[in-house]
């Protein structure tokens, strides 16, 4: 008889085992889900920029002012016949 209960406690620890530590288990499972949150955060931070270079890109398609703003802003672009002055900050 305890013999065979013996046996039976190391079935139960070998079954805990895999519940707890196995790839499956409970830690196992922890790390799964917490790896899917950092994913769903970046998919949403993904998506969102996104969002915003599509927007930019119609205003750019549809507006010749957008595009003639964004050259002027990032290119330092001017029309022929305007005079471009460059006021240096003072170095106080």
């Known amino acids: 008889m305890k013999i065979a ?3 039976l406690v190391v079935i139960l620890l ?3 085992q895999q519940i707890w530590f196995g790839q499956s288990g409970y830690f196992g499972r922890k790390a799964l889900a917490a790896r899917q ?3 769903q955060s970046r998919t949403e931070s993904l998506t969102m920029r996104n969002a915003k270079m599509t927007a930019e890109v119609l205003a750019l398609k549809s507006d ?3 595009f003639e703003a964004r050259a002027r802003s990032e290119l330092g672009m001017v029309r022929e016949g305007e005079v471009f002055y460059l006021i240096p900050e003072s170095q106080d």
């Open 37 to 39: 949150a950092e994913q």
């Open 5 to 7: 209960i013996g046996i």
């Open 14 to 16: 070998a079954l805990q």
């Open 64 to 66: 010749s002012a957008a």
